[in-house]
């Protein structure tokens, strides 16, 4: 018996800048025309740490090879994947700009040979087409169901509305709000099949008459996500229950008004359970369209929307769906949306059905991980289903149906973000340098980004601390700072020309010498954790622990001063005429 549909009843190729030859890359794929548009998203993405480049549909035409232009789009993705290590694609367009793979999947008498799905894309392991009759993705083709690297779509057509996308991208990520936001949660639900008698259901206790869509949506919160993200605060907006009730369960009516009314509360997730058609969602009274977008004033902070609701995904039939208007649209906070580009499924009577499985693993993905990105989380909560979905069946149909649509690169917020203040030397000269950044959290992701000259990301150390060393040129270098539960900290950085004299020192297996002048000289060393900081007449370097475990100054002539700070461990001086001599943790002065 299979399971039944929630319907709605009634250029060229540029050559790779050295920074771009990084592991876990994006590759941007759109076309000629939007090019110049994903330029800001692939730079924003090169700043967080994932050298990005565009790349556009004509060029790849133009050079690889494929029975069509969906492989060669495939071929230049294994290209990049294994000469360039790229890791996320985003693919920027909907489908008149990049077309989607139609493949071929079955439900018993539900047969679609042109499901449109991105995972062609995602997963680089064959042709899809293994007995090349021209049917792509069939069960004989013997297709990988696993993400080789993780796949998303901006489902746009123009300039302006890249523009949209990516600034509400940028707000989420750095501006975000820091108060009573993160944590909260919107469950909609209207009824799928039928409703209950108050009682006991999966262990829970209702007393209320209730709908399957609530029984569902409670059971799966239970299971899947109250136990990663304990903290999480959800408001109900269901047929048969609301947080906004009166004397009487249900009594607040689920209808376009009360719903907008919801979302304007404020919540990071919305989930919704209900039947759907390209454009909308059906309620208790009525339906929320794309019309209802498009109407809106107001600025509506839902970034994450997910919902089982057939066909709401349908970024190649309707202009605009639903999925792409919450997306266009200037006055939503959506910037990811999952549903369903055909069907969605589930079974009657049933705990969870194959559709809820896979946005409860969604979940389960995202609040499990240490802090991974959405798009990571969805690659793994769909390889974790790919064991049912081998053969034709409602698995394999939600497989290739549900298609990531937003901004791949973004983390959640598991707690009310805050903002970074980290420390670091605003003077930077044009040479070769160690440069440092404290006052991180412990993990933080910093990268150091000047055109073809510098490219160095990496993460700070348990103290908080960052090094690197770098040698940038006169301009400005692009310093970018991601941790979880912070907004993303960016500055841009001046470097200017280095007029001073050479430095006095030599660095060599790790004894660094400082020869005085023969007039008077003042010296100073400063053993922060982590980090030394040695000046010598005003002038002033830096060291990592690492670099350094001797240091020797030679005063030369003149009357010499020398201030010698220790670290917080227990550190030992030496006094006497004609020497001082300080040794801590790991070094020591003389």
Same mark, same amino acid.
């Given at each position: 018996?299979?399971?039944?549909?929630?319907?709605?009843? #009634?250029?060229?190729?540029?050559?790779?800048? #050295?920074?771009?030859?990084?592991?876990?890359?994006?590759?941007?794929?759109?076309?000629?025309?939007?090019?110049?548009?994903?330029?800001?998203?692939?730079?924003?993405?090169? +700043?967080?740490?994932?050298?990005?480049?565009?790349?556009?549909?004509?060029?790849? &035409?133009?050079?690889?090879?494929?029975?069509?232009?969906?492989?060669?789009? +495939?071929?230049?993705?294994?290209?990049?994947?294994?000469?360039?290590?790229?890791?996320?694609?985003?693919?920027?367009?909907?489908?008149?700009?990049?077309?989607?793979? %139609?493949?071929?999947?079955?439900?018993?008498?539900?047969?679609?040979?042109?499901?449109?799905?991105?995972?062609?894309?995602?997963?680089?392991?064959?042709?899809?087409?293994?007995?090349?009759?021209?049917?792509?993705?069939?069960?004989?083709?013997?297709?990988?169901? /696993?993400?080789?690297?993780?796949? @998303?779509?901006?489902?746009?057509?123009?300039?302006?509305?890249?523009?949209?996308?990516?600034?509400?991208?940028?707000?989420?990520?750095?501006?975000?709000?820091?108060?009573?936001? @993160?944590?909260?949660?919107?469950?909609?639900? %209207?009824?799928?099949?039928?409703?209950?008698?108050?009682?006991?259901?999966?262990?829970?206790?209702?007393?209320?008459?209730?709908?399957? &869509?609530?029984?569902?949506?409670?059971?799966?919160?239970?299971?899947?996500?109250?136990?990663?993200?304990?903290?999480?605060?959800?408001?109900?907006?269901?047929?048969? =229950?609301?947080?906004?009730?009166?004397?009487?369960?249900?009594?607040?009516?689920?209808?376009?008004?009360?719903?907008? !009314?919801?979302?304007?509360?404020?919540?990071?997730?919305?989930?919704?359970?209900?039947?759907?058609?390209? !454009? *909308?969602?059906?309620?208790?009274?009525?339906?929320?369209?794309?019309?209802?977008?498009?109407?809106?004033?107001?600025?509506?902070?839902?970034?994450?929307?997910?919902?089982?609701?057939?066909?709401?995904?349908?970024?190649?039939?309707?202009?605009?769906?639903?999925?792409?208007?919450?997306?266009?649209?200037?006055?939503?906070?959506?910037?990811?949306?999952?549903?369903? $580009?055909?069907?969605?499924?589930?079974?009657?009577?049933?705990?969870?059905?194959?559709?809820? *499985?896979?946005?409860?693993?969604? =979940?389960?993905?995202?609040? $499990?991980?240490?802090?991974?990105?959405?798009?990571?989380?969805?690659?793994?909560?769909?390889?974790?289903?790919?064991?049912?979905?081998? $053969?034709?069946?409602?698995?394999?149909?939600?497989?290739?149906?549900? %298609?990531?649509?937003?901004?791949?690169?973004?983390?959640?917020?598991?707690?009310?973000?805050?903002?970074?203040?980290?420390?670091?030397?605003?003077?930077?000269?044009?040479? +070769?340098?160690?440069?440092?950044?404290?006052? *991180?959290?412990?993990?933080?992701?910093?990268?150091?980004?000047?055109?073809?000259?510098?490219?160095?990301?990496?993460? &700070? %150390?348990?103290?908080?601390?960052?090094?690197? &060393?770098?040698?940038?040129?006169?301009?400005?270098?692009?310093?970018?700072?991601?941790?979880?539960?912070?907004?993303?900290?960016?500055?841009?950085?001046?470097?200017?020309?280095?007029?001073?004299? #050479?430095?006095?020192?030599?660095?060599?297996?790790?004894?660094?010498?400082?020869?005085?002048?023969?007039?008077?000289?003042?010296?100073?060393?400063?053993?922060?954790?982590?980090?030394?900081?040695?000046?010598?007449?005003?002038?002033?370097?830096?060291?990592?622990?690492?670099?350094?475990?001797?240091?020797?100054? /030679?005063?030369?002539?003149?009357?010499?001063?020398?201030?010698?700070?220790?670290?917080?461990?227990?550190?030992?001086?030496? *006094?006497?005429?004609?020497? @001082?001599?300080?040794?801590?943790?790991? =070094? @020591?002065?003389?």
């Amino acid at each position: 018996m299979f399971s039944t549909p929630l319907s709605l009843l #009634p250029g060229t190729i540029e050559p790779l800048e #050295p920074r771009q030859l990084m592991a876990a890359g994006a590759l941007i794929i759109t076309d000629a025309a939007l090019a110049g548009a994903f330029q800001g998203v692939s730079d924003w993405y090169t +700043r967080k740490g994932y050298p990005a480049h565009v790349l556009t549909t004509e060029s790849i &035409a133009a050079t690889y090879s494929g029975a069509d232009l969906q492989a060669q789009i +495939r071929n230049a993705i294994i290209d990049y994947h294994a000469n360039h290590n790229v890791g996320y694609v985003l693919l920027g367009g909907d489908d008149t700009v990049v077309p989607d793979r %139609n493949a071929y999947v079955a439900v018993g008498s539900y047969i679609v040979p042109d499901m449109p799905t991105d995972l062609y894309y995602g997963s680089l392991t064959g042709t899809w087409d293994a007995n090349g009759n021209g049917v792509y993705g069939a069960p004989a083709d013997n297709v990988s169901l /696993n993400y080789d690297v993780v796949v @998303a779509r901006y489902p746009v057509r123009t300039a302006d509305q890249v523009q949209t996308l990516f600034n509400k991208v940028l707000a989420f990520e750095t501006t975000p709000v820091t108060s009573n936001w @993160a944590k909260k949660a919107l469950d909609v639900g %209207n009824k799928l099949w039928d409703t209950f008698a108050p009682g006991t259901y999966n262990d829970m206790v209702i007393n209320h008459t209730v709908s399957d &869509a609530e029984l569902k949506m409670r059971y799966g919160d239970s299971q899947y996500i109250q136990p990663y993200f304990p903290q999480r605060q959800t408001d109900y907006l269901f047929d048969t =229950y609301t947080s906004w009730d009166g004397s009487t369960a249900g009594d607040y009516l689920l209808n376009s008004a009360n719903l907008l !009314t919801a979302m304007g509360n404020g919540y990071q997730f919305m989930n919704v359970d209900t039947h759907g058609s390209d !454009t *909308l969602w059906g309620l208790e009274s009525g339906y929320f369209s794309t019309s209802d977008i498009a109407g809106m004033t107001q600025k509506i902070n839902v970034p994450f929307v997910t919902t089982i609701a057939c066909n709401t995904g349908a970024f190649d039939r309707a202009e605009a769906s639903l999925s792409e208007a919450f997306l266009r649209s200037p006055n939503t906070g959506t910037i990811v949306y999952l549903g369903s $580009s055909r069907y969605g499924w589930d079974y009657y009577g049933s705990s969870l059905g194959t559709s809820s *499985l896979y946005d409860y693993g969604f =979940y389960q993905a995202l609040f $499990s991980s240490s802090g991974g990105t959405l798009g990571d989380a969805f690659a793994t909560s769909k390889e974790a289903l790919a064991y049912a979905s081998g $053969s034709n069946g409602s698995y394999r149909w939600v497989m290739f149906s549900l %298609n990531y649509q937003g901004d791949p690169l973004v983390s959640a917020y598991t707690q009310d973000p805050t903002y970074l203040h980290p420390a670091y030397n605003s003077t930077i000269f044009d040479s +070769r340098q160690d440069f440092s950044i404290s006052a *991180l959290p412990a993990g933080a992701t910093v990268t150091l980004w000047q055109g073809d000259d510098v490219y160095v990301t990496g993460t &700070a %150390n348990s103290r908080g601390v960052f090094t690197a &060393a770098i040698d940038p040129t006169v301009g400005q270098i692009k310093l970018t700072v991601t941790a979880k539960n912070a907004a993303v900290y960016t500055a841009d950085l001046n470097v200017t020309v280095d007029n001073s004299p #050479p430095a006095p020192y030599t660095l060599s297996n790790k004894t660094l010498t400082i020869t005085g002048t023969e007039g008077d000289d003042s010296f100073a060393f400063f053993a922060a954790d982590g980090v030394y900081a040695i000046t010598l007449n005003g002038q002033t370097w830096t060291f990592s622990a690492s670099q350094i475990s001797q240091v020797i100054f /030679n005063s030369g002539g003149g009357i010499d001063s020398a201030t010698l700070t220790g670290s917080s461990a227990a550190d030992q001086a030496t *006094l006497r005429p004609g020497l @001082a001599q300080l040794v801590g943790a790991g =070094y @020591a002065v003389t």
